[in-house]
């Protein structure tokens, strides 16, 4: 990894956010966004809504995710 952070902002059920990922990382959730046909937004509050404990941040739900992503090859 390069260890640095890519910082990307949106809004997330009306509020402004943004998440610090390294770039591998925001490669394979925009990858799998184009996978599922849905813009990469889509996929990041659909990972935002789908947390069980609102207080995992963000950036950890989707670094997950996207392991899971590269996990199933």
């Known amino acids: 990894m390069t260890g ?3 910082k990307r902002s949106f ?6 956010t943004s ?3 390294e770039p591998e990382f ?4 925009d990858a799998e ?3 599922r046909g849905e813009p ?3 996929l990041i509050a659909t990972t935002d809504a789908a947390r069980d404990d609102p207080a995992l941040p ?4 989707l670094r997950v ?9």
Do not use: F, K, P
Request: charged share 15%; net charge positive.
């Open 26 to 29: 925001w490669a394979v959730l």
């Open 40 to 42: 990469l937004l889509r």
């Open 58 to 61: 963000l950036a950890s739900a």
């Open 65 to 73: 995710l996207a392991l899971r992503v590269v996990g199933r090859g």
């Open 19 to 21: 998440v610090a990922l």
């Open 11 to 16: 809004t997330l059920a009306g509020h402004r």
């Open 33 to 35: 966004a184009a996978r």
């Open 4 to 6: 640095h952070l890519v």
